[in-house]
């Protein structure tokens, strides 16, 4: 069958993005949902522990890394994230090796040296701040990095990334609070991507406003918007007015994309695939459709990505588990001192 | 001779000029108040921020990753409770980054018992602030070290937990900072006026570097029959006590204040109870899990046979609060008689 090649129209939102820049989000997508399985086959099959990450945001995150400038310093825009955001470290530019290495908690895990769990970023060249397991202290610490940059002369903002459920923390306020101070507003991307649960409780149980973005409702300057986050072309321009907005202003911006969560909560609620939209899916029959990639091109994408992870992963499989004595490094930043009690009891 | 609010204000103001010190808030810590103890008063970075800790704590945690060396304060350390998770990842950031980011910042926030301040404004928060493994803690007891250890404690790459004994911040030292001018001269230039303050400008004395190593004991009384080992606002009163005990003849009480509690000088704690083999712990923190039992254990594992009496803690009652009535307040937290008390019976004990 040929497949249906749509009349193309300039004002489309797919084919202005233009099939090039489309191809280069589909692979980091592919590379971030096969990454993301690859984890999650390891944490069932005894090659790493708990698993948690962001299979189902790629269509959000992917567009929002791309759009990072990226970089070290306040000149360059800091990224506060949380555990699901592994496409937006693979949009960045980050390798699923590394990734794999912190789930077999191997000594070569670059983000943390075997000491936590997977997904949990430290990477100081491109400004992505240690990543945490707690709840929404990311919004917190967003504010530091926001005052940072409110102080010097720059386009770099801050992005502060994590859940729906979240937002019922304190932090999420602390942040709209001192992100809209009138004598210092902070250039900060307020994002909250909503897949509808925290953990196994539905949002609506838990959550009487219509929208997250309602939040903005009472800082009258700050702009807010919900976006699909499962559509590729919606979430790339609602992005970038948001990015266009906070660099240029100086000032929050509130977004909410709602996405899919493709494997639950993590495994503790089993990483078994649930039947919701796939944001790949749409946006492959987007790309076909329009005539901006062709179905078997897309198919290599996908065992070209798999045999790297595969390559990857046997890479992991030959590096040490850290040494036992490597836990006193690293305590302070000027190293343990001699008489520090290092034996854990008499 | 200063105060510790004005060392500990002298000391940011040398970190806001000399050290690269560009933020320095908290709740009412930028002016008109310049901090409820005055110790920002007059600051050129100083600014007040939301009554929020745990923003506070957020935005000082970011602005270190950011590569500020920022100085927080919590208001009072009894609010500090909501934000011991935020706590922990400034002092875990390091290690659980695997040593990619350092976190130059220092909180410092009120902390003891003394002002009448009831239940929430005499909590102690040593024993706790001590379990924050990565971050250093420091309580001063004399102006000159409160002056010493915040200069210090910008300098560190590591977060630094600036323990400001409540009680002791109006009280003078007996060493003058270097640089420090006479009273008078000194209370003129740097403290505000009362009434309109908008026009006021402080004149600082020019002060020199002077730091306290963190992780450095002081003897602030040497002897040889007893150790006592404590900090903060025990520590003058230990002092006290010491003197009295060798005016009196009844014993050479060597002191040792702390000033670090993260890392402790165990070297200092040995050496000084190797000494005396007779050793009290004083401090404010309840007796439940109080720090000083972590250091008793030290002590005996590793110098159970030089010990010539058993070690002894003096601390504060396990209530669930301290309480107003003076009474109250002086029967749960020691006083200088329960310190003389004890001293007594450890130099009585027979070895």
Redesign the interface.
């Known amino acids: 069958m040929p497949e249906k090649i749509a009349r193309p129209s300039a004002s489309d939102p797919y084919n202005k993005l233009g099939g090039q820049r489309l191809l280069g989000v589909h692979e980091l997508m592919v590379r971030s949902r096969l990454l993301e399985e690859r984890l999650i086959k390891m944490s069932k099959g005894g090659d790493g522990f708990f698993w948690i990450g962001g299979p189902g945001e790629e269509a959000f995150n992917v567009p929002l890394g791309l759009q990072v400038k990226k970089g070290h310093?306040?000149d360059y825009d800091?990224l506060?994230l949380h555990y699901r955001s592994s496409a937006i470290v693979m949009a960045l530019g980050g390798k699923p090796i590394d990734a794999i290495r912190q789930m077999r908690s191997v000594a070569t895990?670059?983000?943390?040296?075997g000491?936590?769990f997977v997904n949990?970023y430290?990477?100081?060249e491109w400004n992505i701040?240690?990543v945490?397991p707690?709840i929404e202290?990311q919004?917190?610490?967003?504010?530091?990095?926001?005052?940072?940059?409110a102080?010097a002369k720059t386009d770099a903002v801050?992005i502060v990334n994590g859940g729906d459920a979240g937002t019922a923390e304190?932090?999420f306020h602390?942040?709209l609070?001192?992100a809209n101070?009138p004598?210092l507003p902070l250039p900060i991307l307020i994002v909250v991507v909503n897949n509808g649960y925290g953990i196994s409780t539905k949002e609506e149980t838990q959550h009487g406003e219509k929208l997250i973005s309602d939040w903005a409702k009472v800082f009258p300057d700050m702009p807010a918007r919900t976006v699909d986050g499962n559509d590729v072309a919606a979430a790339w321009g609602a992005l970038e007015e948001a990015f266009a907005y906070v660099r240029k202003n100086r000032r929050p911006y509130l977004l909410e994309a709602r996405c899919s969560r493709l494997y639950g909560h993590s495994s503790s609620s089993g990483a078994n695939r649930i039947p919701e939209a796939d944001c790949i899916e749409i946006l492959e029959k987007n790309m076909v459709s329009r005539g901006l990639a062709k179905a078997d091109q897309l198919k290599k994408v996908w065992e070209r990505e798999a045999a790297a992870i595969d390559e990857a992963h046997k890479q992991v499989k030959t590096e040490p588990f850290p040494a036992d004595e490597s836990v006193w490094?690293?305590?302070?930043?000027?190293g343990l001192?001699p008489?520090?009690?290092t034996k854990g009891g008499? | 001779m200063a105060s510790m609010a004005q060392a500990i204000r002298m000391a940011l103001h040398y970190g806001e000029t000399e050290l690269g010190v560009?933020?320095i808030f908290g709740e009412d810590v930028g002016p008109p108040l310049g901090g409820v103890f005055t110790a920002t008063q007059g600051l050129e970075r100083a600014?007040n921020?939301?009554l929020?800790e745990?923003?506070i704590?957020?935005?000082?945690?970011?602005?270190?990753?950011?590569?500020?060396r920022?100085v927080a304060e919590i208001q009072f350390v009894d609010y500090i409770f909501n934000v011991i998770?935020?706590l922990k990842?400034s002092a875990n950031?390091?290690?659980?980054?695997?040593?990619?980011?350092?976190?130059?910042m220092v909180v410092m926030t009120p902390t003891g018992s003394g002002i009448h301040g009831s239940m929430y404004h005499s909590h102690s928060f040593d024993s706790i602030a001590s379990k924050l493994?990565?971050m250093?803690v420091v309580c001063p007891s004399t102006p000159i070290d409160a002056y010493g250890l915040m200069v210090a404690a910008i300098k560190?790459?590591?977060p630094v937990l600036y323990l400001k004994p409540k009680a002791l911040m109006r009280s003078k030292g007996e060493e003058l900072i270097p640089g420090e001018p006479d009273e008078k001269t000194l209370h003129e230039m740097i403290d505000a006026p009362l009434g309109d303050r908008t026009k006021w400008k402080p004149k600082w004395p020019k002060l020199g570097a002077y730091s306290v190593e963190i992780?450095k004991a002081k003897i602030s009384h040497p002897g040889s029959d007893a150790t006592v080992v404590t900090h903060g606002r025990m520590a003058p009163i230990c002092l006290e006590a010491a003197r009295r005990f060798a005016a009196e003849g009844r014993g050479s009480v060597e002191v040792l204040d702390l000033r670090s509690l993260i890392?402790y000088?165990?070297?200092a704690i040995k050496a000084s109870v190797k000494k005396t083999g007779r050793v009290l712990f004083v401090n404010e923190e309840t007796e439940i899990t109080n720090f000083a039992e972590?250091l008793i254990?030290?002590l005996v594992?590793e110098m159970f046979y030089e010990l010539r009496a058993r070690p002894r803690l003096l601390a504060g009652k396990a209530t669930p609060g301290i309480a107003l009535s003076p009474s109250l307040e002086n029967f749960i937290q020691p006083q200088k008689a329960d310190v003389e008390r004890a001293l007594g019976e450890l130099l009585a004990d027979p070895a």
Do not use: M
């Open positions: 310093g306040v800091f506060h895990d670059p983000y943390s040296k000491r936590n949990h430290a990477i100081p701040v240690p945490s707690t202290t919004y917190s610490t967003a504010i530091g990095t926001g005052i940072a940059q102080r801050t304190g932090d602390s942040c609070v001192w101070r004598v490094e690293d305590v302070f930043a000027d001192p008489s520090y009690p008499s | 560009t933020e600014w921020s939301p929020d745990r923003g704590i957020g935005a000082a945690l970011g602005l270190a990753w950011a590569g500020a920022p998770d935020l990842l950031g390091h290690w659980s980054s695997g040593g990619k980011y350092k976190t130059p493994h990565g250093k560190s790459d590591d992780g890392p000088d165990w070297d972590h254990r030290r594992d």
